[in-house]
Every structure is written in C-alpha cells, then in structure tokens.
C-alpha cells in the first residue's frame, strides 16, 4: 500500500520559473514531512521539513505548504535554477511508538529539470 | 566530517548468489537505517537499528534478506539466492539518536545492484 503519493513524476521548468512538487499521505498518525533532494550518484540529503502545527514553512526559495484536512503538502522552489535539477522525494514519518521511531516513507520521486 | 560511507558502489551478481553490502555511518550516530530505491519507485524503509535493541526487520522483502550491525556502528545487509527484482539501489542512512522523526537522517551514495 502505498502511503504516501507523490506527482508529478517529471517536471521541466525554466530558469526563473517556479518548481510546485505535490504529495498526498494516507496515514493521519504522521507527524513529521521531510523533503529530501538527491542528485545523480549520491544519496538523498535532507532540504527542508514540516510538521503539521504549521500551514507552511520557508527556507530560502524553497517552501512547504501544508494542508492537514485534505492530508496534503506541496513544495515550491520560487527562482528555480540549474542547479536545482535533481530528484525530489517527499516523505513522511510518524514520532513515537515502538521501534519505529524516524522510519520514513516516501513518495516515488520527481525529476525536475530546470533549463537555463 | 567524514558521511556514511557504503561499499561496494556497485555489484554485479549472477542470479541465485549471496551478497553482501556494508554500511559505515557517521560516527557517533546510534540509529542506522537500511532502505531499497528500484527504478521509477520511492525509497522502501527495509530495516533499523538502534543502539543495543532489536532491530526493526517489519520492511524486509523476504527471509532472503538479512542484516546485522556489529558494535553498534558498521552494517552488513545480505541477500542470499539473489533474484532479478533484488536489482536496485542500496541506501544506508545514519542519525544521532533515532528517537525522534525529525532526528535528520543521513544517507550514504548507495550500493547499486545487478542480478543478471
């Protein structure tokens, strides 16, 4: 079952353009929504993280926003750059109870190319 | 500082082998974490350790899978009469404590399989 779904599944963008990533989760016990970039040959690294207490969290270009009631949370890239161009995994996790704990679950990835 | 380290970085396997992938994490991080990226899919949770309890096994495939941590840091994740759907990528992530959901998670370039 999959818990946490992820679209598009490819995205082309152009410099300057806004990047929008959108995930949608099954399991309200989550608590804890993570963005994790990977570039080609490495491994996923952390970008920014929410929890639900919040409609929406800005670091730099990159926001989440944050939809509780339609269990829903998006990432935005505002001023998106080549340097951007990676795969993008959102995920979720659930804080307490049993040996679990910061096991997350992840959506299928998006690869976004951003052309100069 | 020095990242999670995994080896090899690739393997190339006939099908019906055992093999075996290592994992070194970060140094002094007690949780460790193993996870499978296939094509076109997310990152599947496969299994978790933490510090001296029992591991969390509940996202391994198969009773082919197994994997073990000695002395609380280096991970060794074996497939014993590998399959062609073991094909994939291999991800180790390492974090401080592993208590928490937002205790960051850090992944190391991965293992990449092939089961000819």
């Known amino acids: 079952q999959q818990q946490v779904k992820q679209s598009p599944q490819s995205l082309i963008v152009q410099k300057g353009g806004i990047s929008i990533i959108n995930c949608a989760y099954e399991?309200?016990?989550?608590?804890?929504f993570p963005w994790y970039q990977q570039f080609p040959g490495k491994g996923p690294a952390l970008l920014i993280a929410?929890?639900?207490?919040?409609s929406e969290k800005k670091e730099g270009r990159f926001t989440i926003s944050f939809n509780k009631s339609a269990k829903q949370f998006s990432l935005h890239i505002m001023d998106s750059q080549p340097g951007d161009s990676a795969t993008y995994f959102c995920?979720?996790?659930?804080?307490?109870?049993?040996?679990?704990?910061?096991?997350?679950?992840f959506g299928q990835g998006t690869i976004l190319t951003v052309h100069p | 500082g020095a990242g999670v380290s995994q080896s090899p970085s690739n393997k190339v396997t006939e099908k019906g082998k055992d093999v075996e992938l290592r994992c070194d994490p970060i140094?002094?991080?007690?949780?460790l974490y193993w996870y499978r990226q296939s094509l076109g899919q997310g990152l599947e949770f496969l299994i978790y350790f933490q510090g001296n309890s029992a591991p969390d096994k509940s996202g391994l495939p198969s009773d082919r899978f197994s994997a073990e941590r000695t002395g609380g840091s280096v991970s060794t994740l074996t497939i014993q009469r590998t399959q062609q759907e073991d094909s994939a990528v291999y991800l180790c992530?390492?974090?401080?404590?592993?208590?928490?959901?937002?205790?960051?998670?850090?992944f190391g370039p991965g293992t990449r399989l092939t089961v000819l």
């Open positions: 140094s002094g991080h007690t949780a």
């Open positions: 995920a979720a996790s659930i804080d307490g109870g049993g040996t679990s704990y910061g096991k997350l679950t």
């Open positions: 992530a390492s974090s401080l404590m592993g208590g928490l959901s937002t205790d960051t998670q850090y």
């Open positions: 929410i929890r639900p207490d919040v």
């Open positions: 399991n309200t016990a989550f608590d804890y």
